[in-house]
């Protein structure tokens, strides 16, 4: 969900790739919802985003909370270079969708997590947002004026930008499997 993961897969199938798109039962991705104006959508629509980031891919429902939805994903994986995710870290673990239960079932398959501090450490599981994210990396102390509040740089560019690394990240991962 969110931006990262799926402009990251935007960009593998852009690509060439075939990328399934799994979207939690009644929910599903909450980019499927969201309008630059705010402007409410017809429920049989979808935003704008949303059909850009993912255009041209497949989607499938399951529920990870289920065993037999989980055996679907474990039998997907089985043919996939890769899988991409930005949950919480540790959360596929717990399922019991970890990278070791992953290539049990297809050894050349890679795990792309994509999360805001990394999978572990002390920062793993800090909550965060754009802005947090932006000071971290100390980007916005160079923008507006020292006598305002700090300024972010807008349009959501970490996730932009994290989306790229984790395409780059993947498909070196994928090749890397291939020749060992």
């Not at 979207?23 to 935003?47: C, F, I, V």
Request: hydrophobic share 45%; aromatic share 6%.
């Amino acid at each position: 969900s969110e931006i990262a993961g799926a402009y990251c897969t935007k960009l593998l199938c852009d690509g060439g790739a075939d990328i399934i798109k799994i979207e939690a039962p009644g929910r599903g991705d909450p980019l499927r919802r969201w309008s630059a104006s705010g402007t409410p959508l017809a429920p049989d629509q979808d935003g704008a985003l949303f059909q850009h980031l993912n255009a041209s891919k497949r989607g499938i429902v399951l529920d990870l909370a289920n065993a037999s939805d989980r055996e679907t994903l474990l039998s997907l994986a089985a043919t996939a270079d890769l899988v991409v995710e930005s949950f919480a870290p540790g959360a596929l673990q717990s399922l019991g969708l970890g990278l070791a239960a992953l290539q049990a079932r297809n050894p050349m398959l890679s795990l792309v997590s994509i999360s805001p501090w990394g999978g572990s450490g002390p920062y793993a599981l800090r909550p965060s947002t754009e802005f947090t994210l932006q000071a971290a990396t100390g980007s916005i102390d160079y923008r507006g004026l020292r006598e305002r509040k700090p300024v972010a740089a807008g349009g959501r560019i970490g996730e932009w930008a994290g989306g790229v690394f984790a395409a780059v990240g993947a498909l070196s991962a994928a090749l890397s499997a291939r020749r060992t």
